[in-house]
Protein backbone atom coordinates (compact mmCIF):
# COMPACT_ATOMS: atom_id res chain seq x y z
CA UNK A 1 0.00 0.00 0.00
CA UNK A 2 3.10 2.26 0.74
CA UNK A 3 4.13 1.77 -2.41
CA UNK A 4 0.98 2.43 -4.39
CA UNK A 5 1.17 5.76 -2.09
CA UNK A 6 4.62 6.83 -2.98
CA UNK A 7 4.25 6.08 -7.06
CA UNK A 8 0.80 8.19 -6.72
CA UNK A 9 2.69 11.07 -5.30
CA UNK A 10 5.34 10.88 -7.77
CA UNK A 11 3.30 10.62 -10.67
CA UNK A 12 1.44 13.67 -9.53
CA UNK A 13 4.41 15.73 -8.83
CA UNK A 14 5.93 15.19 -12.20
CA UNK A 15 2.88 15.04 -14.64
CA UNK A 16 2.89 17.36 -17.54
CA UNK A 17 0.60 20.11 -16.38
CA UNK A 18 -2.62 20.38 -18.97
CA UNK A 19 -3.77 23.04 -21.09
CA UNK A 20 -5.61 25.83 -20.30
CA UNK A 21 -9.47 25.58 -20.80
CA UNK A 22 -12.44 27.96 -21.42
CA UNK A 23 -14.20 27.32 -18.43
CA UNK A 24 -10.82 27.91 -16.34
CA UNK A 25 -11.32 30.16 -13.78
CA UNK A 26 -9.44 33.84 -15.03
CA UNK A 27 -6.58 34.44 -12.37
CA UNK A 28 -6.03 38.68 -11.55
CA UNK A 29 -3.13 40.07 -12.77
CA UNK A 30 -1.15 41.24 -10.25
CA UNK A 31 0.36 44.29 -11.60
CA UNK A 32 -3.87 45.64 -11.65
CA UNK A 33 -3.98 44.49 -8.00
CA UNK A 34 -0.64 45.66 -6.69
CA UNK A 35 -1.01 49.48 -5.26
CA UNK A 36 2.69 49.75 -5.53
CA UNK A 37 2.80 48.72 -9.76
CA UNK A 38 5.45 50.15 -11.92
CA UNK A 39 6.93 52.51 -9.11
CA UNK A 40 9.52 54.90 -11.13
CA UNK A 41 12.19 57.32 -10.25
CA UNK A 42 12.86 59.73 -12.40
CA UNK A 43 15.38 62.58 -12.65
CA UNK A 44 15.70 65.35 -15.55
CA UNK A 45 15.62 69.17 -16.64
CA UNK A 46 12.77 71.10 -17.26
CA UNK A 47 13.06 74.12 -18.96
CA UNK A 48 9.71 76.81 -17.78
CA UNK A 49 8.91 80.12 -19.31
CA UNK A 50 7.05 82.48 -17.40
CA UNK A 51 5.34 85.81 -19.00
CA UNK A 52 2.83 88.18 -17.81
CA UNK A 53 2.65 90.57 -15.22
CA UNK A 54 2.62 89.86 -11.43
CA UNK A 55 1.06 92.04 -8.65
CA UNK A 56 3.88 91.38 -6.25
CA UNK A 57 3.40 93.20 -3.34
CA UNK A 58 7.05 92.88 -1.70
CA UNK A 59 10.10 94.81 -0.95
CA UNK A 60 12.00 95.59 -3.29
CA UNK A 61 16.00 97.19 -2.79
CA UNK A 62 14.94 100.70 -3.88
CA UNK A 63 13.87 100.46 -0.02
CA UNK A 64 10.13 101.19 -1.42
CA UNK A 65 7.60 99.31 0.58
CA UNK A 66 5.39 97.89 -2.36
CA UNK A 67 5.86 96.90 -5.87
CA UNK A 68 3.38 97.49 -8.26
CA UNK A 69 2.60 95.21 -11.07
CA UNK A 70 5.77 93.98 -13.02
CA UNK A 71 6.32 92.08 -16.43
CA UNK A 72 8.61 89.00 -15.10
CA UNK A 73 9.05 87.52 -18.28
CA UNK A 74 12.22 84.95 -18.59
CA UNK A 75 12.93 81.05 -18.69
CA UNK A 76 13.93 79.06 -15.76
CA UNK A 77 16.45 75.88 -16.13
CA UNK A 78 15.29 73.49 -13.53
CA UNK A 79 16.79 70.13 -12.13
CA UNK A 80 13.62 67.77 -11.66
CA UNK A 81 12.96 64.99 -9.11
CA UNK A 82 10.07 62.65 -9.87
CA UNK A 83 8.50 59.59 -8.49
CA UNK A 84 5.43 58.11 -9.23
CA UNK A 85 3.07 55.19 -8.42
CA UNK A 86 1.00 53.20 -10.96
CA UNK A 87 -2.16 51.75 -9.61
CA UNK A 88 -3.02 50.13 -12.86
CA UNK A 89 -1.01 49.56 -16.17
CA UNK A 90 -2.88 52.36 -17.24
CA UNK A 91 -3.37 54.96 -14.18
CA UNK A 92 -0.88 56.71 -12.20
CA UNK A 93 0.24 59.39 -9.52
CA UNK A 94 3.25 61.15 -9.25
CA UNK A 95 4.99 64.06 -6.90
CA UNK A 96 7.56 66.54 -8.32
CA UNK A 97 9.76 68.79 -6.98
CA UNK A 98 11.94 71.16 -9.03
CA UNK A 99 14.89 73.34 -8.26
CA UNK A 100 16.44 75.98 -10.56
CA UNK A 101 17.19 78.60 -11.78
CA UNK A 102 20.44 77.56 -13.43
CA UNK A 103 20.18 79.61 -16.37
CA UNK A 104 19.67 82.90 -14.59
CA UNK A 105 21.61 85.85 -16.87
CA UNK A 106 23.27 88.09 -14.09
CA UNK A 107 21.96 91.18 -16.26
CA UNK A 108 18.34 90.06 -16.25
CA UNK A 109 16.10 92.42 -13.64
CA UNK A 110 12.96 90.59 -15.22
CA UNK A 111 13.33 86.50 -14.93
CA UNK A 112 13.12 85.07 -11.86
CA UNK A 113 17.14 83.98 -10.25
CA UNK A 114 15.36 81.11 -7.90
CA UNK A 115 12.48 79.08 -8.59
CA UNK A 116 11.45 75.96 -6.50
CA UNK A 117 8.35 73.89 -7.49
CA UNK A 118 6.10 70.63 -5.84
CA UNK A 119 3.35 69.56 -8.05
CA UNK A 120 1.70 66.57 -7.43
CA UNK A 121 0.29 64.61 -11.09
CA UNK A 122 -3.02 62.29 -11.81
CA UNK A 123 -2.62 60.71 -15.71
CA UNK A 124 -2.81 58.01 -17.79
CA UNK A 125 -0.53 56.09 -20.02
CA UNK A 126 -0.33 53.62 -22.50
CA UNK A 127 2.12 51.46 -24.39
CA UNK A 128 2.92 50.71 -27.51
CA UNK A 129 6.12 48.23 -28.52
CA UNK A 130 9.30 50.10 -26.96
CA UNK A 131 7.04 53.61 -26.75
CA UNK A 132 5.33 54.74 -24.02
CA UNK A 133 2.63 57.80 -23.99
CA UNK A 134 0.65 59.95 -21.34
CA UNK A 135 -1.11 62.51 -20.91
CA UNK A 136 -1.39 64.48 -16.85
CA UNK A 137 -2.72 67.19 -15.19
CA UNK A 138 -0.27 68.39 -12.54
CA UNK A 139 -1.10 71.08 -9.82
CA UNK A 140 1.14 72.56 -6.67
CA UNK A 141 2.58 75.63 -5.61
CA UNK A 142 5.55 77.86 -7.54
CA UNK A 143 8.27 79.90 -5.27
CA UNK A 144 10.04 82.42 -6.78
CA UNK A 145 12.39 85.17 -6.64
CA UNK A 146 13.46 88.04 -8.63
CA UNK A 147 16.72 89.96 -8.80
CA UNK A 148 14.46 93.30 -7.65
CA UNK A 149 12.67 91.50 -4.74
CA UNK A 150 14.07 90.41 -1.27
CA UNK A 151 10.83 88.45 -0.53
CA UNK A 152 9.41 85.05 -2.32
CA UNK A 153 6.44 85.06 -3.99
CA UNK A 154 4.25 82.02 -3.89
CA UNK A 155 1.87 81.16 -6.20
CA UNK A 156 -0.53 78.18 -7.62
CA UNK A 157 0.28 76.43 -10.29
CA UNK A 158 -1.89 74.28 -12.48
CA UNK A 159 -0.38 72.42 -15.71
CA UNK A 160 -1.82 70.17 -18.30
CA UNK A 161 1.10 67.79 -19.56
CA UNK A 162 1.82 65.13 -22.11
CA UNK A 163 4.59 62.58 -21.70
CA UNK A 164 6.41 60.09 -24.34
CA UNK A 165 9.18 57.51 -23.18
CA UNK A 166 11.42 54.98 -24.89
CA UNK A 167 12.50 51.51 -23.27
CA UNK A 168 16.47 52.07 -23.39
CA UNK A 169 15.77 48.68 -21.40
CA UNK A 170 13.04 46.92 -19.69
CA UNK A 171 14.23 48.65 -16.21
CA UNK A 172 15.29 52.40 -18.10
CA UNK A 173 13.65 54.78 -20.10
CA UNK A 174 14.43 58.06 -22.18
CA UNK A 175 11.32 60.47 -21.69
CA UNK A 176 10.07 63.65 -23.00
CA UNK A 177 7.63 66.05 -21.59
CA UNK A 178 5.91 68.96 -22.69
CA UNK A 179 3.33 71.21 -20.42
CA UNK A 180 1.17 74.43 -20.65
CA UNK A 181 -0.52 76.29 -17.84
CA UNK A 182 -3.92 76.66 -17.25
CA UNK A 183 -4.23 79.41 -14.95
CA UNK A 184 -1.29 81.81 -16.82
CA UNK A 185 -1.66 82.33 -20.92
CA UNK A 186 1.68 81.64 -22.14
CA UNK A 187 3.60 79.94 -19.47
CA UNK A 188 5.31 76.57 -20.28
CA UNK A 189 7.37 74.06 -19.77
CA UNK A 190 9.39 71.43 -21.53
CA UNK A 191 12.16 68.84 -20.32
CA UNK A 192 14.06 65.45 -21.11
CA UNK A 193 14.56 62.61 -18.64
CA UNK A 194 15.45 59.77 -17.53
CA UNK A 195 13.53 57.04 -15.49
CA UNK A 196 14.24 53.54 -13.58
CA UNK A 197 11.36 51.33 -13.17
CA UNK A 198 10.53 49.01 -10.76
CA UNK A 199 8.88 46.12 -13.09
CA UNK A 200 10.03 45.39 -16.64
CA UNK A 201 8.72 47.57 -18.69
CA UNK A 202 6.05 48.82 -16.25
CA UNK A 203 4.78 45.39 -15.86
CA UNK A 204 2.81 45.75 -19.54
Known amino acids: MRAVVIA ?40 RHFTGARDHRAAVRSKSTTSPAVLH ?8 ERLAIGFTRNLYIAFDIELGNYASPAESNTGPDLVIAGLATAGV ?12 IAGGALVTTYPLETDPQTEGAVELRGRANVWLTPWFTFGAVVGTSLLRSGEWMAGLNFGYHALEFGGG
Open 8 to 47: VLLAATTSTPREARADDPVVDDPVDDDPFADTSIVIGANV
Open 73 to 80: EGDALMYD
Open 125 to 136: RGRLGLLSVGAE
